[in-house]
């Protein structure tokens, strides 16, 4: 039976959630609120915060000198491109896992995890030579195949996760109807896991666009994504931080939108098989 | 109507092969550099070279380190990503000894390389060839409110020792009005505090290493220079000034919050710009400071400069470029368009005999002044088994100045005091010379 909460208890949560809320909003909307501001504005002391001239000066700058819509795409086709490929090798194998262990799958699970534990400059010049000879550099396929195979084990974990979850009972019944591995799989495994896989996705497809080491060392000009874009602006002598802060809102602005309008996909899929 | 389309087949097999023919003497390029002021001004001003020479150009702008780690990547493992680096003067000696340079050898007579800065020529070249043309130079100077100056009744020397930079950052520092006397770097990092601190050390007769490589921060000179360097950071500097570097202390001039500023030449014409400093009709400039009879004005030289890598498949392309980005022509076409304030300094002799110049650019002569005071050869007083600047010629200086740095700014930050900061300094270096292998050749 669920405990009765006061209304005052009621009251402090919602207080402190929206604190904590709050204080991890602040950096992106101070961000968000520089990309206004002239050079001027942004570096002064005391800060300003929403009194100040508004303008749209350093988004027009930003527009003039860089190929936005190209980074964007860029972004987009390597973000989704490695989470399809990783979700289509890592939903049979996550199968296969959940419902067909064998005596080393707890092994070649952590196995899978410890490739994360590697810091990714540790294998950079190997990539980096590989890359040359094969002609990827500098190529969104190349990009998608190395993003792919970085997310694969957090794409596998979380599947995992979520079909342990799922009744073995229910799998058996339907392979005791007939079904085969195919339509086992297909039609009562995916549709039960739709909730996992679409955060899976979500969280797969943030991930990507955000990665910033293979993106900046693998790519120059031609397959660049958004993280390039915001790099472009980053200037050692000089205060350039409106227009940097104008870059970084274009940049975040597309996944900011779509986390916001999945966010219950999200938050539902997070949370799936956290209370038993 | 057989003769017309006759007529039309032919034309448009010459305009075919016309077009075959751009397409075969048109090269692309892809540079690579960073996001300074003057550099986003070379990638507006290029079309013009573009437009000129039918080649066009990939531009890859990266912020300062991401873009010297990526690049020296590509060019140690023969990637071919880029036709022309955007590299400083440390790079330069290191990576033509590496032959990872193309060597500039056979430039065009217009183009003027006895015009170039002695210094900056010097800084370049390998056995008198240079392996890189320079963008814009810079030295290091004193920047000061001459208003507060005035009302503290201090009086700064066009060339002044550091007890003089001490008495006047005494005398400006009103912690109450948010003043503080001096800014300097503080942030750690082989080009941020420690490219100042080895300056200063370099003022005060210090060096890295002596003639059998062995470190020196156990020297007196040493001593003084971090000693001197942390009281006056501690008393008159702004708080937290363990985490500045060259943006935190420009921002801080530019609102009026600073005496004195010491750093790179070229914030000057930041600080003298009225359209973003509070305090762009009071700044001053001075030499940079050197002890009381160290003839060192801390050798302090650095250049953005346009090199061409060896693996590089448009020699030809990149090769003009850069002498076209480079040019006394393209110094012109920049003042022609944005005012000599805006043409990139350091570099040429003749920008700094242009009246113009003179008159737009108050910074011009303390400028020349510093940069022609710098001799990367000898970069201490004292024999010195390396070349240099502001830092130390060899590959592995970026891994000890950092190192070295973060000891400096802990005890800036009054997490250890100099005497300890100098053991572990004198400690870690020796070990990883000793691991290069330098005490043993």
Redesign the interface.
């Known amino acids: 039976m669920a405990r009765a909460v006061s209304n005052s208890v009621k009251a402090r949560n919602t207080a402190i959630a929206w604190i904590i809320a709050i204080l991890i909003f602040f950096p992106i909307l101070w961000t968000i609120l520089t990309s206004f501001k002239t050079e001027g504005t942004a570096i002064a002391d005391p800060p300003v915060f929403l009194f100040f001239d508004w303008t749209l000066e350093n988004y027009a700058t930003v527009q003039d000198r860089s190929d936005y819509f190209g980074h964007f795409m860029n972004s987009v086709i390597i973000s989704v491109g490695s989470t399809v490929i990783g979700l289509a090798i890592a939903i049979p194998a996550a199968w296969a896992m959940a419902f067909v262990p064998g005596r080393q799958t707890k092994n070649v699970l952590m196995w899978m995890l410890s490739t994360k534990m590697l810091p990714p400059v540790g294998v950079l010049v190997p990539i980096y030579l590989i890359f040359r000879d094969w002609g990827l550099l500098d190529t969104r396929i190349g990009l998608v195949i190395v993003l792919t195979l970085i997310n694969l084990p957090i794409i596998v974990w979380m599947l995992y996760t979520y079909f342990r979850e799922i009744p073995t009972d229910i799998l058996e019944a339907a392979r005791m109807d007939g079904a085969t591995l195919r339509s086992e799989v297909v039609h009562v495994l995916l549709p039960m896991a739709v909730p996992g896989i679409a955060s899976t996705l979500l969280l797969n497809i943030i991930l990507a666009w955000n990665e910033a080491f293979w993106t900046l060392n693998l790519v120059a000009a031609n397959a660049a994504p958004l993280t390039a874009f915001i790099a472009s602006y980053s200037s050692p002598e000089g205060l350039f931080y409106a227009k940097l802060s104008a870059a970084s809102t274009m940049a975040i602005a597309p996944i900011l939108i779509m986390g916001w309008f999945s966010q219950k996909q999200l938050v539902r899929g997070l949370t799936f098989g956290a209370v038993k | 109507m057989t003769s017309t389309r006759a007529l039309m087949g032919s034309a448009a097999g010459l305009a075919l092969a016309a077009g075959l023919a751009t397409t075969a003497s048109a090269a692309e390029i892809?540079i690579?550099t960073?996001?300074?002021?003057d550099m986003?001004r070379m990638?507006?001003l290029s079309p013009q070279w573009e437009e000129e020479t039918g080649n066009t150009i990939?531009?890859?702008?990266?912020?300062?380190n991401?873009l010297r780690?990526?690049v020296t990547?590509?060019i140690a493992?023969?990637?071919?990503?880029?036709d022309v680096l955007t590299i400083g003067n440390y790079e330069v000696p290191i990576w033509a000894a590496q032959d990872w340079l193309a060597p500039l050898d056979d430039l065009p007579e217009d183009y003027n390389a006895d015009d170039l800065l002695p210094s900056i020529r010097q800084a370049l070249s390998t056995d008198d060839t240079l392996y890189a043309l320079p963008f814009y130079g810079e030295s290091a100077m004193v920047m000061y409110r001459t208003d507060l100056a005035e009302e503290a009744g201090v009086e700064i020397p066009d060339s002044p020792t550091w007890a003089e930079i001490r008495t006047a950052a005494e005398a400006m520092t009103d912690q109450d009005a948010g003043i503080y006397g001096i800014c300097l770097r503080g942030k750690p990092g082989w080009?941020e505090n420690m490219a100042f601190l080895t300056a200063m050390a370099n003022s005060y007769g210090a060096r890295w290493f002596d003639m059998e490589w062995q470190a020196q921060f156990d020297s007196e000179e040493w001593q003084a220079a971090l000693t001197d360097y942390l009281e006056l950071m501690t008393q008159y500097g702004p708080p937290g000034a363990a985490a500045n570097g060259?943006?935190e202390n420009?921002?801080?001039f530019?609102?009026g919050?600073c005496g004195i500023w010491i750093d790179?030449t070229?914030?000057a014409s930041?600080v003298t710009d009225p359209?973003?400093s509070q305090v762009a009709d009071s700044v001053a400039f001075a030499q940079f400071p050197n002890r009381e009879g160290v003839d060192n004005h801390g050798n302090w030289l650095w250049s953005w400069n346009l090199a061409i890598p060896s693996s590089s498949n448009e020699m030809e392309a990149a090769t003009d470029f850069i002498t076209w980005a480079t040019s006394q022509d393209y110094t012109r076409m920049v003042a022609e368009q944005e005012g000599w304030r805006a043409a990139p300094p350091g570099t040429r002799t003749s920008l700094y005999e242009n009246a113009e110049y003179q008159e737009a650019a108050p910074f011009a002569e303390m400028t020349l002044e510093s940069m022609n005071a710098v001799d990367t050869d000898s970069p201490s007083v004292q024999e010195t088994p390396y070349t240099g600047a502001q830092f130390v010629a060899i590959p592995e200086f970026q891994g000890i100045g950092t190192a070295v740095g973060q000891q400096f700014s802990a005890a800036l930050a009054g997490q250890a005091d100099a005497e300890q900061a100098l053991q572990q300094a004198q400690s870690l270096t020796q070990r990883e010379i000793d691991r290069a292998g330098y005490g043993s050749n």
């Open positions: 892809t690579a960073v996001n300074n002021g986003i990638q507006e990939e531009w890859v702008v990266l912020e300062e991401t780690q990526r990547q590509d493992t023969g990637g071919g990503q880029f080009g060259f943006n420009l921002s801080l530019q609102q919050k790179a070229v914030a930041f359209e973003d």
